[in-house]
């Protein structure tokens, strides 16, 4: 009979799952792994930095959130100054749930952050960069 040796299991390379990890955003993308490569090659060299899918999918997801105009209007009502969720309601002319709902899916991205001030949230940009994707966005489609 022969002695059945155990074979020490190899803990699995970081590689394998980062793999995983983009082979995950490709399909959250509707993308083959291929598309993915392809996109994430092209989107690191547009930007001068080394991407992975998931920056990749991160950014689309931002385009996506702001490519709604009323959550648009939000953030451009935050690049003024920070705002309660009642005074974006009423600006906006959306309800309270509504706006809120909005506010939460641009927080998650860090579009726009929160801060409590005694009873109230107040919503403002996260960073600069937002901003400045709306203004050259702006700029772009008012451009001659």
């Keep these: 009979m022969s002695e059945s040796k155990t074979i020490p299991r190899t803990p699995v390379p970081a590689t394998d799952a980062d793999d ?12 083959s792994t291929e598309q ?7 989107a690191s ?12 999918e991160a950014a689309a997801k931002i385009f996506s959130l ?12 935050c690049m003024e100054k920070p705002q309660t969720v009642s005074e974006l309601a009423d600006a906006t ?27 109230h949230i107040f919503y403002q940009i996260d960073d600069e960069h ?12 008012t451009h001659d």
Excluded at 20 to 31: F, P, Y
Excluded at 45 to 56: I, T
Excluded at 130 to 141: E, L, N, Q, Y
């Design 20 to 31: 995983c990890q983009e082979c995950d955003a490709a399909a959250r993308l509707g993308l």
């Design 36 to 42: 993915g490569e392809a996109v994430t090659r092209d």
């Design 45 to 56: 060299r547009a930007v001068g930095a080394d991407l992975a899918l998931p920056d990749v």
């Design 66 to 77: 702001l490519g709604d105009a009323g959550r648009l209007q939000l953030v451009l009502r």
């Design 93 to 119: 002319e959306m309800s309270q749930s509504l706006c809120s709902h909005h506010l939460r899916h641009l927080r998650d991205q860090r579009i726009l952050a929160s801060e409590r001030r005694g009873r």
């Design 130 to 141: 937002i901003s400045c994707v709306v203004r050259d966005v702006f700029a772009h489609v």
